[in-house]
């Protein structure tokens, strides 16, 4: 099949969505099949590319992430015969969220060409606490996000707490939920203490303190206000934050504050592994990706009970905490408490089986199995009604 793989960014700006399309990109090529990446310019320096892969970088405006922390890139008019000869030469367009301009355009296009469309969706309403962020927000998920579920040829959840928030949408088939997969060659347990305590003084992380470990970008929905209040209310604990953004913790003038920029892959599960909780007070979000690289590499978390609910089997392996419409020092409270209860926990009994729930080749495999359908001429695929969004059937197992 020829593949069209559409996301806001490349993994080059490193955030959860734009890592998991490249790799189901990379897995769809390793699978034999021929794919096309395409997404915005912005954040594209550096980044890396495996042998094979065909990304298509469109020009895009990046003001609003560079202003507000609003990771939205704004194609340029040129971009649009790109996307439209991308969809053109594509059996099957596979999108990674809805709300994008550019995902709209390839949208748009494959329904004018008679493309099928895959909409994975990764991320429902997000509460900002700007109300006219929030407003926006909710009219475009209104006006945008959930037509295009509708009208999608089918729609994939990556959790029951995303899929729930598009509760009375009719889909064209049953939706499906398919989990993120993690690469346990990269991301696993520490071999024993000897090794994380190497690392910590590789990162000049302090030995005889614990150590809690924030990934993601440095904006408002990641929870960094609370973050910030729980840094000061935690002074025993060292908190390390590894990524990028407006609200950096550099300028928090807190000297329990670490702060690491540019790690990705072994690097960044080293220091999941040096840490003795990792900590995600986020909103709005399904079932982040650095989740479960934390559980992988055996380090506890502490999350939103939102994204505690992300999947059954995370019950008694997470610290659910409420954020959401909360009072910024009685969450940070909270966090500070459930961090303490974390580290405290026998490492051993933190281990999920990361590697038996969330494989990228089987991911790959689901979503595959989805294209392949969807490939069939008109007449071939089985027949489906338009229904109410119900629980989504499992294709995780």
């Known amino acids: 099949m020829r593949l069209l793989v559409v996301s806001a960014y490349f993994d080059s700006h490193r955030g959860g969505i734009e890592i998991v399309a490249g790799r189901l990109a990379q897995e769809f090529r390793r699978a034999g099949h021929s794919v096309a990446w395409l997404a915005s310019n912005a954040a594209y320096a550096g980044a890396s590319a495996d042998e094979g892969d065909r990304r298509v970088a469109i020009p895009a405006f990046n003001g609003l992430e560079d202003s507000l922390g609003l990771p939205f890139p704004i194609p340029a008019p040129t971009s649009l015969p790109t996307i439209r000869r991308e969809v053109e030469h594509a059996d099957v367009v596979m999108l990674h969220d809805c709300v994008y301009p550019a995902n709209i355009a390839a949208f748009l ?5 008679g493309k099928p469309v895959v909409v994975t969706q990764h991320i429902g309403v997000v509460p900002y606490r700007n109300p006219l962020l929030r407003g926006l927000m909710k009219l475009a998920m209104r006006l945008v996000t959930r037509p295009m579920l509708a009208a999608a040829d089918q729609v994939v959840f990556i959790s029951d ?4 928030a598009f509760a009375g949408v009719r889909y064209r ?7 993120n997969g993690v690469d346990t060659d990269v991301f696993h347990p520490a071999r024993d203490g000897d090794e994380r305590a190497a690392v910590r003084r590789k ?3 302090p030995p005889d303190r614990p150590v809690a470990l924030f990934v993601g970008r440095f904006v408002e929905k990641k929870g960094l206000h609370i973050l910030r209040e729980a840094a000061r209310l935690g002074s025993d604990v060292t908190w390390v934050f590894a990524g990028w953004g407006p609200l950096d913790p550099r300028g928090w003038d807190l000297p329990n504050v670490r702060v690491h ?3 990705a892959g072994s690097g960044l599960a080293s220091l999941y592994r040096a840490s003795d909780a990792f900590v995600l007070p986020s909103t709005g979000e399904g079932f982040p990706l650095v989740v479960q690289e934390a559980l992988a590499c055996g380090v506890p978390v502490v999350c939103g009970a939102e994204t505690a609910q992300a999947d059954e089997r995370l019950t008694g392996l997470v610290h659910p905490i409420v954020t959401e419409n909360r009072d910024r020092a009685e969450a940070a409270s909270d966090v500070v408490q459930a961090v303490r209860a974390a580290i405290a926990e026998p490492r051993r009994d933190r281990l999920a089986d990361v590697a038996g729930w969330y494989s990228w080749a089987r ?3 689901h979503h595959l199995d989805l294209a392949h359908t969807l490939a069939q001429p008109a007449a071939d695929r089985p027949a489906t009604a338009a229904a109410p969004a119900l629980r989504p059937a499992r294709t995780d197992r």
């Open 363 to 365: 991911t790959a495999r």
């Open 261 to 263: 920029s540019g790690l």
């Open 161 to 164: 707490i995303t899929a729930k």
């Open 109 to 113: 296009a494959a329904r004018w060409r």
């Open 173 to 179: 088939r049953p939706p499906r939920l398919i989990f």
């Open 203 to 205: 990162l000049g992380l």
